[in-house]
């Protein structure tokens, strides 16, 4: 049993922009992560040298559950300039959903009414700050 | 031709007590309705009108802009009306570029084609014709579009990632499609049912499923 949400840990590991590559192409799934080596950690595709090292390190020969983290994403779309409509289409929700999940972010809870995890919180003030066009555009094709 | 709006088709529009006598064409009716409601409005707070309740134009324009909400408040009937007027392959364009969000229909005049981004002409012009001038509620149609998936040997983790689900999310769908369950737990209408067998039939371009 792990005493910390993944969502924690996987910030703390690689940081909020390798964390948005991630959650982009691999979240909802189960991802292996490649064995650690030294001189010749396999990549994992989409990601960094440095994100797929840490990933290796912490979690090598592991499957990891990773976290769909809707919040996250919305809040970088958002910050991008794009429109409820189109964050509905890239996060395959309505746009009934996207205003559900934009009130629970200013509420600071989860889908249970929970409160976020601090991971969780701080991954929404990085996607809020960070300035957009530091974030990999190659991730404009998901969700179609 | 559109027709006529009566009181069966609109009938919070116009009710019984609105319809003109005789056979009156669509202007002598908004005549009718005109003067109807500029001597109600004029006797209004008068022995015989007591104020207190919504003035007559007031409330012609309550009850227009609460047909119009309708509209957008049956979007499982809408859903079922789109699925019939499309071929399945322009449905599935529909749903994978629009599928969660409001989308305008152009209004089309006859023998025109209509635009819609991403769709064909004629299903553009399908939609223009039962929709021209109104916001459709696109359904996200998660069911149709996983088993398309599937049918073309997707995994579940790929189905996850292109429905913006996770993998059990994917694993839950799978069984309630199984036991012909909506998510709410009622059984799948005979229109769902219909849409599931399309999608199992559903044959496409080679070059086009790589970016579906």
Known sequence: MRDRPLTDELLDLIGAKAMFDLVVSYGGTRLYVPRYRREATAEIEGLGTEASRSLAEAFGGLLIRVPLCREFKLVVYEGRGLSNAQIAVKLGITETGVGKIKRRVQNGTSVSGARLSKGMLRL??????????SWKVASEGEGE | MRPYPSSEAFPALFPRTMLPPGNMDFIGHMAFLGVIGIVSDSLRGTHMLPTGSMGFFARARDLAAKAGRQAHMRPNIIAEEIFE?????????????YGGTRLYVPVCKRGKNAKIPGLDSDAATALADAFGGLFLQVPVA???????YWERGFSNAQVAAKLGLSESGVNKLRARIKAGKTSSGATFSKAALRQIEAAKSIRLDPEKDAGT
Do not use: H, N
Request: glycine letters at 4%; a negative charge.
């Open chain 2, 142 to 148: 998660r069911e149709f579009r996983a088993i398309v």
């Open chain 2, 85 to 97: 007027l499309l071929t399945p392959e322009s449905y599935l364009d529909l749903v994978t570029q």
């Open chain 1, 124 to 133: 929404i003030e990085a996607g809020k700050t960070v300035p957009m066009d």
